[in-house]
Every structure is written in structure tokens, then in C-alpha cells.
């Protein structure tokens, strides 16, 4: 029997657990610790526990697919591709779009969006951040100039005091949430901020119960009462900030006093001023936070208030303090800064500058559309409404049938396109709408890398053969840029060459090879070859600003974009479990994770459950003004009265038959946080 442990990273969420894959036989049949993580330590949660069973599912892609007369047909590479670049070639520039995956490595990720942008020639690209931490992005980087978590995993074990607004991390992080829990065992405070009574609210010293929706109002609340009490960062504020004086003349408006503010909220005065009170005498406050904060259409706004908060506190540049967006799946940071977006190429460097744009040129050999494209709402939007205009997506690895707000809308924009190249590693629910289905290996296949939410590019590595004839994803795109002519642009024998071409063009990298980040990788920045990387961002500067630094601003409260109403009274919000990731795709396959969590769910106050006669387990029919969805009930006493809660992940009663689609006016972030729904219970 040939046994053998191949270290890598867990395929799941954003912290960015490293385990070992138990191999045997070539074959990949468990996980084990990894000790010498710096991140995890050696533990994992439940799906880094199971990371294994999705591998070898049966129904795994094993050959190309071609639609034929509505029906799906095995096809050889040859011919897929053949057909693929034939299609391709008929659709110009900004006829076509990309979605690029974040969770597939950075080499698959900064394959695809060089091929969208120098093959298909279109401005179109972008992926599944847009959907959770796009306004983190965008946010952080207006204040910061840089749109990632400033501090790292390990130091959240550090602080004196953790604000913790809109992350259920226990659930959503777990393995984040331990060193939170570190630092409560060596007495730091504990304050969360969630309209519901999460495992992770559970854990908290302090517990505010805000209504969905009212971040900007509870957080100028709070950052008024600490001005009022003269316990802002003076020194702070007036070395590395600038718009001081225009930003407390909004805060301190009578609207945002505590009595108002607690209305808006529902929050007792008595709490908000004990969460500014713990955060005064704490030597250091971390922020962090999550979808709760992101996923509104006052996203990016609410980021740049818990920036702010953190920067009226001084709370900013040291171990234990910072801004931390914990990010969602595995890679969804990597994506980012392999320039997986419409407006930015790798390292963020902007396709409007001219130098930018001709620096990509110039190593890449082939001219580009120097303009900002379609995010994935436009590009939904425009193929539903407009379907004349956009006319074929190369997907990989996202499923947005599942994934994205208002179902109905993304059915109609799914069937209108024209030509659909699906690149997966099962026939997820939105690869039965392609006309190409491409199949590719998992992260227990291949060589590669991810970078976690606190900028770590860590490894992957190959621990068996995928199955049938799957191929690495950035080979595939490799393959199809050559039948397109251009193969002498894709000329990579490894993931470690595309590796190192991407660092080359990416300044966070340039100092980055797989030797180097083989033992525990690399935190970007991490600019030359001997640069240690980089665990705290900003402590003497924010060299991201043009003077140094960090920008305050008036930000007002503005409530969500669908209001309740007597026909739909309560608010939805929409979340994680610990068991499950985004649609299920991979979780779903797992038979442990499945075992202990099978299906879905509607969490609904106890009195408002009383009020309707609704009990536990009841099938009810929750509806909004976009569609409706029958889910077993679970009453409860921890969610706010007023609000339901719904996880994201199951097909059969999927959330998002009724979320809404409006989305933050800059980073595109739909409103998954806040829509206005009615329940009736089902008839048996
Ligand atoms: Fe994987 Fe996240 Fe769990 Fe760590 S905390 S094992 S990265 S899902």
C-alpha cells in the first residue's frame, strides 16, 4: 500500500486553514493536521474536516460536454474547444463577458482574465467578490488605499477589545473565530453587532441586537458619544488623517444622538454606551467584520464607517487593532489581485492609466479595451434586458443560479445568452444551462496557489490525478487561447511559470516564488526577493494615499432600498452555516457535512411565530415582491423580532427566490443583508 500526506489549503472559506491530504493508493481518502500552519495550527473546522469527501464524488465532470438538441453530449477536447473558439470568434469585444472563479487558484484566475481581456478582447470580467466583499474593496481602499484586511489572523488572539459587527465568524470563520476566542480567554472584551443571536453573539461579552440595516446610524451613534467624552485619538487623528473636522460635524448632529440612534436601531442607549466604553479603556481594539457590513446598498459606505471608527480610536497600524474583513471563500483575495475585476489588472493597477495598460501590453503582446466593464449585476442585467448587446459568458467555477439575488431575473438572464462556456468540476446547477460544459480538476488536483483574507499566498498541491480527462483550468484556457491563435501568449508548462509571470507584473508579488512561499507563504506586500511580507499593514503610513493618509468623511444613515410594508412586514437577512459554502456545490457532495445539516431553513422570532401559529418544522411559504419559497420553520428567540433569517446554500429552498437585486452605487454588492418579506404557513 503506498500512503502518503501532501500538505495544502483548505478549499472553503477565506481564513485559509492549512491540512494534510491522507493519500493512498493515489487515491485522496482523508485530511489530517497540519501543524505548523501559522494560521490554524494545526485545527480545522467541520468542512476543512470533510475537504476530502467532495474529491472523488461519482458524479464528478469527467469529459468535455456539447448541448445537442437540448441534451448534453460527450465530447472530445478537439471538438469542444474547436467549437468553443469557433463561437468565440464571432462575438467582439464588449459582446462578450468572463466570470472568473474565487475559488479557483490565482494561476486559473490570472489565466482567465488575461484571456478575456487579450483573446475575447472584452472589458467584461469579474467574479464573485462583487457579490460579498466588493465594497470592502472599494471602501478601504478610498480611506486606506488599500482594499484588504489590515492585520493578520494570528493577531486577532492579540487584542484587548474585538468590535465585531455583521460576522458570524464562528460559523462563516471558525477557525478566525478561535483566536478571538484566544484573546477573550486572556481577557480581552468581546463585543458583537448582529440583528440575530449567532453562535457567535453567543460567545460576546456584550451582545448589540441592531435592526438590518442600521450600521451607519449605530456606528456614527457610537463615534458621537466617544467624541462627547473627549475619548478620540488625538494625536492620531491629527499625524495620519485628513477631513477630521467635516466628518464630526456630521456625527454630531442631533440625529445621531444616543436616544435617536437607539430608535433607529432598536438598541438600548445602555449598550452602545458600554461598547464605546470597553473600546476606551482597551489599549487595543481590532475591528472585524463581514457580509453583514458589505452585502447592503450602503456597502462601501458602512465599510468606511468601521474604518473610521478605528481611525477616531486610533486603533490602527499596530498588533491586535486594524480593520479585518474576514473574506469569504478560499481565494475570493487572490481573484481580487489577479485583477479579476472590470476595472482593475493584477495588483489592482487601474485599466484607465495609460501606463498600466500599456505595461500589460507591452508583457503581454497583444493590444486591450482600456475601459472599465460590465460587473456581474450589469452583465445579469444586460443579458436579461438587453440580451442584443451581451452575448456569451465564459464561466468558471461560480453559480450564480444559486448564488445571485432574484432568481427569476438570473433564469431569464441565464437562457438569453447566447453562448454559455460553463468550466467546473461538477454539473452545478447553472452548467445545465450551458452549451459547453469544460471539465476541470479540484484543489486536491493540482499545483496552485490562494491568498487568505490576510494577504497570505499559500500553496496547493497536487495529491492525485483528476478524473476522466479533467484539466487544470489554466491549461484549458491555455488550450482554447491557442486553437484562437494565440497559444504563444499562454506559454506555460507549470502553474509555478504562470506563477511567476503574474509576479513579475504584480507589485504585492513581485518578491514571490514557489520556493519562497513553500513553507508557510508569503503576506503581500512583499515587494522584493528579500522582503519578509507583510503581517500589519499601515503602521507608519497609508502609502496606498497620495499625502500618507487615511481620509475621514461625512457619511449619513440611509435605510435599506425595500422597506417593510403591511403586505411584507418582516425583514430577510441571509447568511452562512458552519456546515456548508456558498451553493453547495462542494459541501453538498459531502456525505458528513450533508449528514449533519441536509437542507435549509427560516429562522423566525418566537412571538412572531407564536403570532402566526407557526411552529418548529412547519413547511412555511416565504415571499417577497419578486418570488416566493416553501422552507421548514425554525423558531427561535435569537433573532430580533421584526427579522428572519435564511441560509444561502440549499437548491430546494433557495433564499434567493426572494432577495432583492439592488446593489451599493460603487461597488455593485447587491442587498443579501436586507429585503422586505411576508410568511404564510403551508396547508398540508
Ligand atoms: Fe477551511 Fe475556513 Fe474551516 Fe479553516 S475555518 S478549515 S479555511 S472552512
Partial sequence: MDFKYVPTTCPYCGTGCSFNLVVVDGKVVGTAPFQRSPVNEGRVCPKGSYAHEFVNAPDRLKTPMIKKDGKFVEASWDEALDLVAEKFAQYKGEQSSVICCARASNEDNYALQKFGRCVMQTPNIDHCARLCHASTVAGLAQIFGSGAM??????????????????????????????????????????VCDPRRTPTAKQAHLHIQHYSGTDIALLNGMMQYIIQNGWENKDF????????????????????????????????VDDIKTACQWIHEAEKTTAVYTLGITQHTVGVDNVRSVGFLQMLTGNMGKPGTGVNPLRGQNNVQGACDMGALPNVFPGYQKVTDEAAVKKFEDAWGCKMPAKIGLTIPEMLDTFADEPEKLKCLYLMGENPIISDPDIAHVDKALKNIEFLVVQDIFL?????????????????????????????????????????????????????????????????????????????????????????????????????????????????TFAGMPDGKSV?????????????????????????????????????????????????????????AAEMGIETGDIVTAYSRRGEVDVPAR??????????????????????????????????TPEYKACAINVKKKEA
Fill in 150 to 191: 489590515t492585520n493578520s489572523v494570528s493577531d486577532l488572539a492579540d487584542t484587548n477589545c474585538a468590535f465585531i459587527i455583521g460576522s458570524n465568524n464562528f460559523e462563516a470563520h471558525p477557525l478566525a473565530g478561535r483566536r478571538l476566542m484566544q484573546a477573550k480567554k486572556k481577557g480581552a472584551k468581546i463585543i
Fill in 237 to 268: 487623528i491629527e499625524k495620519r488623517t485628513v477631513g477630521y473636522e467635516e466628518f464630526k460635524k456630521n456625527v454630531m448632529q442631533e440625529k445621531y444622538s444616543l436616544e435617536n440612534v437607539s430608535k433607529i436601531t432598536g438598541v438600548p
Fill in 428 to 540: 452545478t446547477e447553472t452548467a445545465e444551462y450551458a452549451d459547453v460544459v469544460l471539465p476541470a480538476v479540484c484543489y486536491a488536483e493540482k499545483d496552485g496557489t490562494q491568498t487568505n483574507t490576510e494577504r497570505r499566498v499559500q500553496r496547493w498541491r497536487k495529491a492525485q490525478d483528476g478524473p476522466g480527462e479533467s484539466k487544470y483550468d489554466w491549461q484549458i484556457i491555455a488550450e482554447l487561447a491557442a486553437k484562437m491563435g494565440m497559444g504563444d501568449k499562454f506559454p506555460w508548462a507549470n502553474a509555478s511559470e504562470v506563477f511567476d509571470e503574474m509576479a513579475a507584473l504584480t507589485p504585492q508579488y513581485c518578491g514571490m516564488n514557489y520556493e519562497r512561499i513553500e513553507k508557510e507563504g508569503l503576506q503581500w506586500p512583499c515587494p522584493t526577493c528579500d522582503h519578509p511580507g507583510t503581517k500589519v499593514l499601515h503602521c507608519e
Fill in 552 to 608: 475621514f468623511a461625512p457619511i449619513e444613515h440611509r435605510p435599506p432600498a425595500e422597506q417593510t410594508d403591511a403586505d411584507y412586514p418582516f425583514i430577510l437577512t441571509t447568511g452562512a452555516t458552519i456546515w456548508h459554502w456558498p451553493s453547495g456545490t462542494m459541501t453538498r457532495r459531502s456525505e458528513s457535512l450533508n449528514r449533519d445539516c441536509p437542507t435549509g431553513w427560516i429562522e423566525i422570532n418566537e412571538e412572531d
Fill in 635 to 668: 423558531k427561535t428567540p435569537d433573532i430580533k423580532k421584526g427579522v428572519m433569517f435564511m441560509p444561502f446554500h440549499f437548491w430546494e429552498c433557495r433564499a434567493n427566490w426572494i432577495t432583492n437585486t439592488p446593489y451599493d452605487p460603487v461597488s455593485k
